[in-house]
């Protein structure tokens, strides 16, 4: 009796330090998610407000995701070598380290928008464009909460609906696209800072992609299977021509 009870005990403790290694990649998901959606947010609140001090912040941020995403990758690979896991299990961890690098990604994203907020400083900005910007971004985010709640749930049928959605994204983008043209065609002296907004609106329209990958991986790590790689695309910037007056 006392044998069996000593034999299960090692068992049971090797499942319960396995469940806890697996536990750490989805806290840790759930946390750079947490971080890259405040700031994608503050970036744009700092475009708009012009708040030089909180953009510096976004930008110093940064470093805490890439940070996580290491830890991710490196605990990632020990527990492959460790566990040697199988079917789901291996889906969700090889899933942890696509989803970390498409989170490290999206604060690549908000850095970036959070740099021209110093670089377009004292400049005058198309207020409709610079709330077309905000209207965007507000789209992405809706999306990136949505993914990171899909991932939460382990839902594919929400993870695909979001990544069907990809493509309201894509056509503001080409909209807002066609705009910051036009005023730099209309007065030269918009050009400088409808350049910047036009690299924001990029980054921004890349934020949304990287919530459809994150959707892509959630389905796959959940069903076993890949969506169709023929992705909804409606970003039709590259066609865009404006007229010179």
Do not use: W
Request: proline share 2%; with cysteine; aromatic share 4%.
């Amino acid at each position: 009796m006392t044998d069996n009870n000593e034999q299960a005990m090692p068992a049971s403790h090797t499942v319960s330090a396995y469940d806890d290694e697996l536990q750490f990649l989805i806290r840790r998901i759930a946390e750079m998610g947490g971080i890259a959606e405040r700031m994608v947010s503050e970036s744009v609140t700092a475009l708009v407000n012009s708040d030089i001090a909180l953009s510096q912040k976004v930008v110093s941020d940064d470093v805490v995701l890439d940070e996580a995403e290491r830890q991710i990758g490196e605990k990632a690979v020990l527990i492959i070598a460790k566990r040697q896991p199988m079917a789901s299990d291996l889906r969700d961890i090889i899933g942890s380290i696509r989803i970390a690098a498409d989170l490290e990604r999206v604060g690549d994203m908000a850095k970036n928008i959070a740099k021209r907020v110093i670089a377009v400083q004292g400049m005058a900005q198309p207020k409709k464009l610079v709330y077309g910007l905000e209207h965007l971004s507000e789209l992405a985010l809706t999306q990136l909460t949505e993914v990171l709640d899909a991932y939460s749930a382990r839902s594919p049928s929400l993870a695909q609906a979001i990544r069907d959605r990809d493509e309201e994204i894509d056509a503001i983008y080409t909209s807002l696209f066609r705009e910051l043209l036009t005023y730099m065609m209309e007065d030269p002296r918009n050009i400088t800072a409808c350049t910047h907004l036009l690299f924001c609106a990029k980054n921004i329209e890349r934020i949304g992609d990287h919530a459809t990958n994150i959707a892509e991986t959630v389905y796959y790590t959940a069903t076993g299977n890949e969506l169709s790689t023929d992705r909804p695309k409606d970003d039709e910037s590259a066609t865009v021509t404006v007229e010179q007056k």
